[in-house]
Structure formats: C-alpha cells, structure tokens
Nanobody
Framework: QVQLVESGGGLVQAGGSLRLSCAAS????????MRWYRQAPGKQRELVAS???????VYADSGKGRFTISRDNAKNTVYLQMNSLKPEDTAVYYC????????????????WGQGTQVTVSS
C-alpha cells in the first residue's frame, strides 16, 4: 500500500506564508504526477497545483504567482509553498497521487492524504 501524509498547515494572517509537505510512504517505485487540491467549507474540492515526475508544473489561476509546487523524488515528498495568502485560501489542503508505481509491478490509483487545514485570517 501507499500512504500520503500532509503537514504544515495552520493559522496565518493575510499576507503570510505557509509551506505544506506531503510525504509518501509504502511500497513505492515511482510517484509520477503529484497534485495538491483544496476544499473550502461548502465548496467542491478544486485542483491547486500539479507537478510531474520531471518537474513540469501547472497551477490553478487562484494560485498563480503566489504558490509554488515542488518535489524531492529522493524523499518521495511534494511541497506547496504558499505566499501572500488571502482569506479565500482558507481550506483543507489535500495531496493526491493519481497513479503510483509500486514495487513488484503493482499500481495504486487515486491515492489521497488525510488533509491539512489552512486558515488565513484577515
């Protein structure tokens, strides 16, 4: 099995920064593309940013210029640096792995972490 554990959330004032981490563990050969999503109360879960195994990135318009996704393949960890935070960034942030190559030719699909709460006060 593969597990994703997010950390780094918390309470921050508007204009502040947070760095989220997502650590993957288990029988992993390759994580491939990794994504950060968020879900605010009463809203649908939305994609925040995505990064391929080669480092290509895609951002939602809401985070362009403020958020940076990165990864450390040796540590099986993905990061989301969030700067200039706004109250509307308040949400639970989730890490997602659409497809993981496990050891022994296994495949794991649509793996989610438990989420980490980010609260931005005005």
């Amino acid at each position: 099995q593969v597990q994703l554990v997010e950390s780094g959330g918390g309470l921050v004032q508007a204009g502040g920064s947070l760095r989220l981490s997502c650590a993957a563990s288990g029988s992993i050969f390759s994580l491939n593309t990794m994504r950060w999503y968020r879900q605010a109360p009463g809203k649908q879960r939305e994609l925040v940013a995505s990064i391929t195994s080669g480092g290509s990135t895609v951002y939602a318009d809401s985070g362009k210029g403020r958020f940076t996704i990165s990864r450390d393949n040796a540590k099986n960890t993905v990061y989301l640096q969030m700067n200039s935070l706004k109250p509307e960034d308040t949400a639970v942030y989730y890490c997602n792995a659409p497809e993981v190559y496990g050891t022994g030719s296994q495949r794991y699909y649509n793996v989610w972490g438990q989420g980490t709460q980010v609260t931005v006060s005005s």
